[in-house]
Structures are given as C-alpha cells and as structure tokens.
C-alpha cells in the first residue's frame, strides 16, 4: 500500500510498504480522510522529544524505531475485524474516527485504570507520531477501543476532525463550563476554533475570540463567536473590550490556545475574579505567570491536556445535531503526492489562508 513514512526532520516519502495485518482485538481500516496538523509541522522541523523514536532509539511503547507513518487525525472504514472484537459495538463497514493516544493499559497505571485519566499515563504514544501506522496511508490497524463509530449522517471527512474536537471537549469539560458563562478564547487557529463549537454546544452567555489571521477571524465569526478581536490590527485591546462585554467582570473562563507570553497576560488581565484559566497549547517558552495577581484574583490556572474517553459523549452530541457545520473548516483537499508541497508547506507559508487540509489516501 502506499504511505507517508517519516524518516526525520526533512525527509518525508511517500512508499509503497506491506498492508498491516490485523491482530487479536483489532480493527482494519481503510483510511479515507487525514487531517495535518500542528503537530505535523513539528515533525518536519524536528523531532518532539518523547514522542518520536529515533533511528536507532525504540519508542518504549511502540517498541518501533524510524521510519514510521505519518498522520494521526484520520477516519475511515472498517475491512476486516480481528479475532476477539467486540462484534456488538463494531462491524465491517462501519464507518470509524480513530482516537490515536496509546497508553500502557496496565492494571498498575493510576492513570490507564481509571475513568477519564488515560491521557496522564507516563508512557503515552500517538498512532501516527510514535509508530503502530499512520492516518496518511491507505491502510492501518488499530486496536478495537481507538475506533469509535460515527453518527449515521456523518461524512468521513468530518470524521477526521474528531482529534482536534475531542481536544476542545475536554478543555471544555475540564473547566466545568456551565451554561451562561462567558468566554474568552485567546488564539483562532484549528484547536480554537473548534473549540469555540464546544462551547457553543454548552450554552455560553457569550464568547469572545482573539487572532492575528484575518482568515481565520472570520472563520471565529461564522463559527459563532460573539466577538472577535483581530490583535494584528492596531488599536484593539482585548482585555478592556472582554471586560466592556462581560459588564466589567471579566470572563469566566479564558481558554489559552495561543501559548505565549502575551497570551498568558491577556489571559490573567480578562479573567473575572474566581476564574479559571484553562491551557490547552504546548509552550516552547517558560511563560512569567503573575502569581501575585492571579493570587488576589482567586484565579484557578489548569491545563488540558489531549482527550480521555471523551469520544462517546461528543459523538452523541454530534449524532444529535448540536454542532455547527465543522465541514465548512476544511480549506483544502489532496491526495497523499501533495503531503509536503500543498499541505505542510502551504500551512507554513500560507498560514493564514488555512484551518484544516485534509488528505485522501
């Protein structure tokens, strides 16, 4: 079958290799979509420490060392079912999301036996990062409790999206965000935005959002927001206009998804009294938090991190109607030949012009 092997920083191929075979609890896929994602663009400049084997360096969990597959954010159809799958929850010719997180699940992990904390286990892999396949191919075996059963009615190409809305789900629910409350939404990339039809699905009594991307901003609009602060124009200062909407209070829950020092100050500034500060971004950087204030604020600050077991309930909520059109963030289709030219290049350089590229194996 043909795939995108990942030989290091750089060296990206599109291969023909052998067709996985299914094992005892797994499931056969045939991809049809693959989303790229920000972390894609990390495995192109370089290695993510921890996550990615090196050529002579086994991953622990995979126990896989370089080449592997690329692509994590992906949908498909089921072909062929191991011996030992649970035929009452999955079938050939279901269509499928893959939740990509691989964890120990040993007996002796607090995180992997435990409802809800799967995403904290200390020896996390990604389907797609780390080895075991990759969305950006035509085949791919997964095990059993990865693939979830879309919605009848649900395109495949929304099926992709799942990953990134699973993200945005859990920082949702992480922040105990209730009806009413307000929002704000610090960055207006894919997470964010997808994010923002989290929240929309809980009732919010407003959100705002803030960018650099002029794009993407609209995008904030379309999707819902009821303000939308582009932070490249002079002149907009997001903390008096979040304050001026939120009758000087400040939002209940500020959503970081940007990961910068600026952001973090928004951040500490916009959030009402007893907030909650709610990280979902990987720093580069260690940021300066201003204790102090955050302190006299009474403000809880806390991170998400990924997704665990949060894909029955969105999917629900998805198969009942209560999100936008998520298809509409789709700004590009391809073929597994344009992977690097007109999909990771194209986010890189035409950063602005894009949300979401999705592939077609």
């Not at 498909?76 to 010719?93: K, M, N």
């Not at 200062?237 to 998804?257: H, I, P, R």
């Not at 290049?345 to 592939?359: G, R, S, Y």
């Amino acid at each position: 079958m043909r795939a995108i092997q990942y030989y290091g920083p750089g060296d990206i191929r599109l291969e023909e290799i052998p067709e996985p075979i299914v094992g005892p609890g797994q499931v056969k896929i045939k991809v049809a979509w693959c989303g790229i994602c920000g972390s894609d663009l990390h495995l192109y400049h370089g290695v993510m420490q921890g996550a990615t084997p090196s050529a002579t360096e086994p991953h622990p969990v995979t126990n896989e060392t370089l080449p592997i597959g690329l692509g994590h954010e992906f949908s498909g159809t089921i072909v062929e079912l191991g011996p030992g799958v649970d035929t009452t929850r999955l079938s050939v010719g279901d269509n499928v999301t893959i939740e990509p997180v691989i964890t120990c699940m040993q007996p002796t992990c607090p995180a992997c036996s435990t409802h809800g904390t799967r995403n904290l286990c200390a020896r996390s892999a990604f389907i797609g990062v780390s080895g075991r396949g990759g969305g950006l191919s035509e085949y791919v075996v997964v095990d059993q409790m990865l693939a979830h059963v879309l919605p009848p009615g649900i395109s495949l190409e929304v099926g992709a999206m799942m990953e990134p809305l699973a993200v945005g789900w859990h920082a949702v629910k992480k922040a105990n965000f209730k009806a009413g409350e307000r929002a704000l939404i610090l960055g207006a990339g894919p997470v964010a935005i997808l994010l923002l039809e989290v929240l929309r699905v809980f009732k919010p009594g407003w959100v705002g959002v803030s960018g650099r991307s002029k794009k993407r901003c609209q995008l904030a609009e379309q999707h819902g927001a009821s303000a939308v602060f582009n932070v490249a124009t002079a002149g907009v200062d997001v903390v008096s206009e979040t304050l001026k909407a939120t009758d000087q209070l400040g939002a209940d829950v500020v959503f970081d998804c940007g990961g910068n020092q600026a952001t973090m100050d928004t951040a500490t500034a916009a959030v009402r009294r007893g907030g909650t500060i709610m990280n979902l971004a990987v720093w580069s950087t260690k940021p300066v938090v201003d204790m102090t204030t955050l302190f006299f604020k009474e403000v809880a600050l806390a991170n998400s991190v990924i997704y665990a077991d949060d894909h029955p309930e969105m999917l629900e909520a998805l198969g009942q109607g209560r999100f936008g059109d998520l298809s509409s963030l789709i700004t590009r289709r391809i073929p597994l030949e344009d992977f690097v030219e007109k999909g990771i290049k194209a986010l890189i350089n035409e950063k602005d012009q894009h949300v979401k590229i999705l592939l077609h194996p």
